[in-house]
Antibody, heavy 123, light 107 residues
Framework: EVQLVESGGDLVQPGRSLRLSCTASGFTFGDSGMTWVRQAPGKGLEWVAFIRSKIYGATTEYAASVKGRFTISRDDSKSIAYLQMNSLETEDTAVYYC??????????????WGQGTLVTVSS | DIQMTQSPSSLSASVGDRVTITCRASQDISNYLAWFQQKPGEAPKSLIHGASSLQSGVPSKFIGSGSGTEFTLTISSLQPEDSATYYCQQHKNYPRTFGQGTMVEIK
């Protein structure tokens, strides 16, 4: 069974940094892309960042709202995807979800989701 | 960026009703469209990708269709457990973008 468990969410002050982790099990982590999606309180879903598997170069994509501040990475030996968040802003307050992102042969799509971890940015 | 617009924003229907949600893309996305279900306090769940391909384990009462710029998600016979917010998302271009959501309630 695919399991994704996010951790690292916390209350932080604006301008500070935080690193989220997504620990995966139940599948071959190294074969999958991984995506972070966030949801501000009472709002809809917002795509944040994506990392391809190493066979596709582990290349990354970012939303404009986080580019230059957030970095997605992966450690295939530990089956963990990370989201390093720097220069946090109050607008980054949200539940952050990781998703397994599967390549169908012609496109990537979200498969399984974690339960989410809450990041609150406030002074 | 590709804008995704869902309609209606919310709907109320009876058990057994056939319910349809529409999602429109601001440009042609072929069949690169996914649907998600989110119940209150829970993580989203993937329902459909590629406009009509059902995710493993998702009941066949969820039917996705469409291509180009207009797509629909149909729930063939609404049940109490289908009460949730449904989101569409284009998976053609980066950044991936979601619709604003459609809240489905049971009368």
């Amino acid at each position: 069974e695919v399991q994704l468990v996010e951790s690292g969410g916390d209350l932080v002050q604006p301008g500070r940094s935080l690193r989220l982790s997504c620990t995966a099990s139940g599948f071959t982590f190294g074969d999958s892309g991984m995506t972070w999606v966030r949801q501000a309180p009472g709002k809809g879903l917002e795509w944040v960042a994506f990392i391809r598997s190493k066979i596709y170069g582990a290349t990354t994509e970012y939303a404009a709202s986080v580019k230059g501040r957030f970095t997605i990475s992966r450690d295939d030996s530990k089956s963990i995807a990370y989201l390093q968040m720097n220069s946090l802003e109050t607008e980054d307050t949200a539940v952050y979800y990781c998703t397994r992102t599967v390549y169908s042969g012609s496109y990537y799509y979200f498969d399984s989701w974690g339960q989410g971890t809450l990041v609150t940015v406030s002074s | 960026d590709i804008q995704m617009t869902q309609s209606p924003s919310s709907l109320s229907a009876s058990v057994g009703d056939r319910v349809t949600i529409t999602c429109r893309a601001s440009q042609d996305i072929s069949n690169y469209l996914a649907w998600f279900q989110q119940k209150p306090g829970e993580a989203p769940k993937s329902l459909i990708h590629g406009a009509s391909s059902l995710q493993s384990g998702v009941p066949s009462k969820f039917i996705g269709s469409g291509s180009g710029t207009e797509f629909t998600l149909t729930i063939s016979s609404l049940q109490p457990e289908d009460s949730a917010t449904y989101y569409c998302q284009q998976h053609k271009n980066y950044p991936r973008t979601f619709g604003q959501g459609t809240m489905v309630e049971i009368k």
